[in-house]
Each structure stands twice: as C-alpha cells, then as structure tokens.
C-alpha cells in the first residue's frame, strides 16, 4: 500500500509577511506597477501588509494565503492578550439592573465575548484606506480578508447599501469573538448637532444589533461608541442614547444578554462611568 505525505511548509513571521505580500501585490498587479520595492524593516512590511489588505478588492481568496494569514493574525492575537468575559467581570465597572452592563477600556479586537460590533458604512466592505485608525479599519485587519468576503456576499444579496440604522452580522473570523455585527451610524455634519432623525437611526443602530443578538442566541455583546469619530456624533449624546437604548430594549425583552459598552478614547470612558453611575445609581 502506497503512503501518501502532505508537505507542510513552516514560515517564520517575516518569512510569513512576505509571502502574503507577494500575493497581493500579484493579485493586484496595477498596485505592483506603482509600489516602490518591499521594505528591510520587519514593522515596515507589517504594515505594507495591513495596507494591501486594507485596500484588496473583494475577489476569490486562495487557500495558500488565507492558511498563512491566519496563522499571522492568529499568532498575533495571542501577542495582544485575549480579554474573556470574566475578566471583565472581575475588573470593572457591573451593573445589574435592567440586564448586566460592563464597560470596559481598550481594543475591541482583544474581547473573546459571542459578538463585537464594527461601525460599518453604507457599503459595508470595511475600510478602504490604508492603516486608517477607525474601527472598520482594525476589525477587518484583525479579522482577516474573509471578513470582507463575507461582507461583499450579503451586499451581492442584497443589492443596495446597507441602510443607515439598521444591522448584519458574520461571523469574527481570526477575531476572538464568535461573530461581528456590523451596523451603519448616521454621519452628522460639521457645523451641526444631530436632530431627532438621526438621534432616532443611532438608537435604530443598537436596537438592529440586540435584535440580532436575540435572533442568533448571543449571550454577551460588546459595542463601541457607534458614529462617533469618523461620523462625528457628539461623545455624550451617543452615550446617553446607547444607554436609553439597551435598558429600553431590555424591559421588553427577558434575555441572558450581557452588554459591554467598549471605549478606547478616555473622553468616552469618563462619560460612560458617569452616565451608567447616574443612571444606575451605581456608586
């Protein structure tokens, strides 16, 4: 009887990057005729790599890339610490009335909780940009180019732009949470404060996400501060009607759902402590 061996190739980390580099580069060959050659510097090909990634069209995605970037992102998702839900729990600020709510400081793609959620835009593909710091941007770096993927079969569905206020979820990918739900914010103008029409398609954005969560059985749901940022809804209203929003939905609905409201900036992380205090009357 005749044996048959599978080859299998260990690659070292820069070893790694260059691989996936020359992919993309030969995937996208009128990005290869404009760059100039591949940094020396292992931080410098990291980020070649993140911005190939970033502005990678969605198109059939090959076994031998998606096998080494995972193990890429994998590897460096071990780097930055996995956060679990206990130690959530054991850490930081609990409330327990109407649902238990956690608020939590730091980067969205480190919380192994069952969903995490990315302000989306309208075309729901991620962000486009190259290294760009808003969180489209690092949720689908983290994720990997499946995330994409998967987003660009339910727009193919659909057929129009995801609608402001409303919610789809994927799966998370290399992410430590099991799923992404991905919503679109409503974008408010410079010289303006939001009216009601948009204060209502924010609280759309949370209640499409919980809704959601019920329907694919999600026990814990983490937020970040949603159209703030890049959308430039003011910190403290957003806040204060992501909170009316979650404790209203929870009235209505006798759910285990846990809700971690995730702040990066410190700006939003003293207005949720002060916000949820009051609210609760937690001291």
């Known amino acids: 009887m005749k044996k048959f061996f599978k080859l299998v190739i260990i690659l070292n980390r820069d070893e790694q990057i260059k691989f996936l580099i020359e992919i993309l580069l030969n995937e996208m060959p009128e990005v290869k005729s404009q760059a100039e050659k591949v940094p020396n510097d292992p931080i410098s090909q990291r980020q070649l790599l993140r911005a190939l990634m970033n502005i990678r069209p969605p198109m059939p995605l090959k076994s031998s890339f998606l096998t080494i970037q995972d193990q890429l992102l994998q590897s460096e998702l071990q780097e930055k610490k996995i956060i679990t839900l206990d130690e959530i729990k054991n850490s930081l600020l609990i409330t327990h009335y109407p649902l238990p709510i956690k608020l939590w400081q730091g980067d969205i793609t480190r919380l192994k909780v069952d969903a995490i959620v990315n302000a989306a835009n309208s075309a729901l593909l991620g962000c486009f940009v190259p290294l760009h710091n808003c969180i489209d941007n690092a949720i689908h770096s983290a994720a990997g180019l499946q995330l994409r993927d998967a987003c660009n079969k339910i727009m193919n569905e659909q057929a129009q732009e995801e609608p402001t206020g409303s919610a789809k979820i994927t799966p998370a990918f290399n992410l ?79 759910c285990p759902l846990t809700v971690i409201f995730n702040t990066f900036k410190e700006i939003d992380t003293d207005i949720y402590k002060f916000l949820l205090r009051s609210h609760f009357n937690y001291l």
């Open 176 to 254: 430590p949470s099991k799923f992404v739900i991905h919503t679109v914010g409503p974008i408010i103008p410079f010289d303006r404060d939001p009216n009601v029409d948009e204060e209502n398609l924010l609280a759309s954005c949370y209640e499409s996400c919980l809704n959601l969560a019920i329907k694919n059985q999600i026990q814990s749901i983490a937020f970040c501060c949603i159209s703030t940022g890049e959308f430039h809804f003011p910190n403290q209203r957003a806040a204060e009607i992501a909170i009316e929003t979650v404790e209203n939905f929870a009235k209505k609905f006798d």
